[in-house]
């Protein structure tokens, strides 16, 4: 166990929708990242808040966006969902700054019919 | 050319055999690595993280990095079916986010 938390674990809705993927990081880690894992991308980089605010910016469409809150869990807001974005997305923490180990949560597998 | 490359296997040996993973990369600034074990459908979970050249071992695993050929290998001891797993290597720059590789399949056959 990573001691990253997510929620929830899978997630079924339709195209043009709008989800929230939900992150907790490690206990004590200012740094969370956002990755979205396809079965023909890999591990894509998101986006990275380091305590409340926004550090870096990745592939992110936007259409996605994110935000860090006081307790330092995050979120993942996708809207006007479609197809290819079923993926398994995974939230990562560390303790400080982009170049310090990144541990993994167990991802959140979302499903647009 | 992509910044990091892995062969995407699927790789597959017999119980017990040494295991060599490898990543290729093109950006000479990276000076950050580490090597992750992804399980099916699984958060990816880490298993070395080095720094600059050289080499770490870690009970069965050993990671090296050769900064001159931009080359970084991950070796598996004694490998066990529990190894089955893709393995990814991802690296980065000061200052910069880490860059994963697509992932090796390794497959552990009793």
């Known amino acids: 166990d990573s001691g990253v938390t997510q929620t929830p674990k899978h997630l079924i809705t339709a195209t043009g929708q709008r989800v929230t993927l939900r992150c907790s990081p490690r206990s004590g880690d200012l740094s969370v990242y956002w990755y979205q894992q396809s079965l023909d991308q890999g591990l894509q980089f998101l986006i990275q808040?380091?305590?409340?605010?926004?550090?870096a910016k990745g592939n992110i469409l936007e259409r996605f966006s994110a935000q860090q809150f006081p307790d330092l869990h995050s979120e993942l807001n996708l809207s006007s969902l479609e197809l290819g974005d079923s993926a398994l997305y995974f939230c990562?923490?560390?303790?400080?700054?982009?170049?310090?180990?990144?541990?993994f949560g167990p991802g959140t597998r979302l499903t647009v019919l | 050319q992509k910044e990091v490359e892995q062969d995407p296997g699927p790789l597959s040996v017999p119980e017990g055999a040494i295991v060599s993973l490898n990543c290729t990369y093109s950006?000479?600034?990276?000076?950050?690595f580490m090597w992750y074990r992804q399980y099916s459908r699984k958060g990816p979970e880490l298993l070395m993280y080095?720094?600059?050249?050289g080499n770490k071992e870690d009970g069965r695993f050993t990671a090296q990095v050769d900064k001159s050929s931009k080359y970084i290998s991950l070796f598996i001891r004694d490998s066990q079916p529990s190894d089955s797993a893709t393995y990814l290597c991802a690296m980065s720059a000061w200052g910069q986010n880490f860059v994963f590789g697509p992932g090796t399949r390794l497959s552990v056959l009793p």
């Open positions: 990562a923490s560390s303790p400080l700054t982009s170049t310090d180990t990144q541990y």
């Open positions: 808040y380091y305590n409340g605010e926004e550090r």
């Open positions: 950006n000479s600034a990276f000076q950050y």
């Open positions: 080095t720094y600059s050249s």
